[in-house]
């Protein structure tokens, strides 16, 4: 579906401010199209659109994309390139030629923020097995090892929504997971070592950001904030809070 949205984005902005800058956007969430949206309700704008976009496009044009890496052998322009910042909330899987795009292109200059749940707690009209569903467990891509990082998840933790503080905001988490600093595994080459970034743990494990050469990386542990429905209280100025902190 972000294949299609992606082929109508550059029509979209071009009724828009154009001083705005460009986010890339990779999901699983219904967060650019409403849930369970068809072709013909992208092709023609007909309902509402959800409230992450439009707090999102208040600031930034979006660019939904289906990988990161170049279609190898076929030609076309790497999905990142031009790209300074990347959006990226649960998403299907990447590919380990999009592992490896992602690394280089943070350390090429560019500010990633990826939410990873481990596991969601919103509900959905599109029923488990259906492709459009999300990914209800966060897969967690080898490319975060290789920062430095892993994530654990308690799964005794209550099922209630709670605010925490990763230190320039505040978020509301359920059933959220907990990042920490990852040791060198045994045997570590010296490229294994020069790879890990330079990484902080924030509010207590709901977060980290690492510098990586001329990038940075922001990771949530969580992406209840990304699934509301609608816009509960804060819930638009947190999402422009996090969106600052992790791309600007």
């Keep these: 579906m972000l294949a299609a949205a992606g082929a109508m984005w550059a029509w979209q902005q071009s009724t ?35 409230w992450v976009r439009r707090t999102l496009e208040q600031n930034y044009k979006i660019m939904p994309l289906d990988a990161l ?3 190898g052998g076929h ?15 649960q998403p299907r899987g990447l590919s380990p030629q999009d592992n490896a795009a992602l690394d280089a292109w943070v350390r090429g200059g560019g500010h990633l923020l990826f939410a990873l ?20 467990v966060g897969l967690i891509p080898p490319v975060i090892g290789r920062w430095g990082l892993a994530m654990q998840y308690h799964e005794l933790q209550p099922l209630t929504v709670q605010m925490v503080d990763y230190g320039s905001g505040t978020l509301p988490v359920a059933l ?33 950001q690492c510098r990586l050469g001329a990038g940075r ?32």
């Design 75 to 89: 030609g076309g322009e790497p999905p990142l390139a031009g790209l300074r910042r990347l959006l990226i909330v």
């Design 176 to 208: 959220a997971g907990e990042l920490i600093a990852r040791d060198p595994p045994y045997g570590a080459t010296p490229d294994d070592l020069a790879a890990r970034g330079d990484c902080r743990v924030l509010g207590n494990g709901i977060a980290a």
């Design 117 to 136: 749940d481990p596991m969601l707690t919103g509900q959905y009209a599109v029923p488990l097995g259906d492709p459009r569903h999300p990914v209800t």
């Design 69 to 71: 890496a170049a279609d």
């Design 16 to 50: 828009r401010p154009t001083d705005r800058p460009t986010v890339g956007l990779m999901t699983s969430l219904p967060i650019y199209w409403p849930e369970g949206a068809d072709m013909v309700t992208m092709i023609d704008g007909s309902g509402e659109l959800p």
């Design 217 to 248: 990386v922001t990771i949530v542990a969580d992406a209840a904030l990304f699934e509301l429905v609608r816009p509960i209280g804060d819930a638009e100025q947190q999402m422009n809070d996090l969106v600052a902190f992790g791309l600007e």
